[in-house]
């Protein structure tokens, strides 16, 4: 295996960071979860509270293993190396538990970010989600540490309870929100991840070698990559209800293809997986993208996300690129 590399987000996938199937539903769901979860999710969230989903409906549970196998074969397929979470160890489950109960190994985005060659431990707002840095560690450790990589953990924030003075304050940043095209990166802030202390600490890590700009979006969305998914230069798919002051300025005179807020929310439409500029991964539930797309000349390879994407997630917030074939510039 050779440097971790990953400028853009397109260039041919060579290695990648994919989650694994595992969630336990927390007691009590965190406010912020209610502003962009689709009501059907909140539905089965309120359901299946505090139990796993393998526990509380095994046929679901089935069909999202069968679903995450699907696209490993699919990336298995086109010589990508994949690594797969390691399970949370009991003591790891456990990590601020008595603030926030939710478990989820299914998307791993949020809890890692690497541009160029800089791998980044974010700092996540959701309480629950801050412990899935320990089995990233675990997964790529070795990995990381035999190659170029460097290896900067945010500092980490502070264990005060949802909704007390203070506990949004620090910096947060999440996977999610941060889109690399060379040297320029975007950060979508939305109020239930990143925020402004955490591009700030972004901007201060990477130097001045490199430009990072915010871009407001709205509470309904977790991330940018709910509302924004670039497929080559020139080509996005967007659900423009999704951005506070318009579209990014970087994207005039690109080709758009326009999502619905409710299929941006709901079936996370504007969340794929690409795996060069012109092959991208997309939802089966999603025909009418997937032919605008092979209009917009590229190839769609479709594998069903149903069982998944109604937890708050899809395609992109499953995996993370290690290694992108593609030149700084």
């Known amino acids: 295996m050779g440097d971790i590399c990953v400028n853009h987000e397109w260039g041919r996938l060579k290695e990648v960071v994919v989650g694994y199937p595992y969630v336990k539903y927390p007691k009590i769901s965190p406010p912020l979860v209610h502003n962009f979860v689709s009501k059907a999710g ?40 994949v690594h797969q979470l390691k399970p949370f160890t009991a003591e790891e489950e456990q990590y601020l538990a008595n603030l926030d109960d939710f478990t989820t190994q299914f998307f791993p985005r949020g809890a890692m970010i690497v541009i160029g060659d800089t791998f980044i431990e974010p700092a996540l707002k959701l309480i629950g989600r801050r412990k899935e840095r320990f089995p990233i560690r675990r997964t790529i450790g070795d990995r990381l540490k035999n190659s170029n990589a460097r290896v900067i953990p945010m500092p980490v924030a502070s264990p005060i309870p949802y909704g007390q003075e203070g506990w949004d304050e620090t910096p947060f940043l999440e996977g999610g929100d941060v889109f690399v095209l060379g040297h320029d990166i975007y950060v979508g802030c939305s109020g239930n991840a990143s925020n402004d202390a955490g591009i700030d600490w972004l901007q201060a890590t990477l130097g001045s070698d490199y430009q990072v700009h915010k871009i407001p979006i709205t509470k309904h969305f977790l991330h940018l990559d709910f509302v924004l998914s670039i497929l080559r230069p020139g080509l996005a798919v967007v659900c423009r209800e999704g951005f506070v002051n318009g579209l990014p300025a970087f994207l005039k005179d690109w080709r758009l293809i326009d ?24 939802a089966s539930e999603l025909p009418d993208l997937a032919q605008a797309l092979r209009k917009a000349g590229q190839k769609v390879i479709t594998t069903p996300m149903s069982a998944i994407y109604w937890q708050g997630g899809s395609l992109r917030c499953w995996h993370h690129p290690l290694v992108r074939e593609s030149n700084l510039e």
């Not at 505090?50 to 010589?79: C, F, M, N, S, W």
């Open 42 to 81: 909140i539905s089965r969230y309120q359901k299946y509270a505090g139990k796993t989903l393998e526990a509380a409906d095994p046929e679901l549970y089935r069909q999202q293993v069968q679903q995450i196998d699907a696209v490993i074969k699919i990336l298995q397929d086109h010589d990508v190396i």
């Open 259 to 282: 999502q619905s807020f409710e299929d941006a929310q709901s079936k996370l439409s504007c969340n794929h997986l690409v795996l060069d500029e012109e092959t991208v991964i997309v």
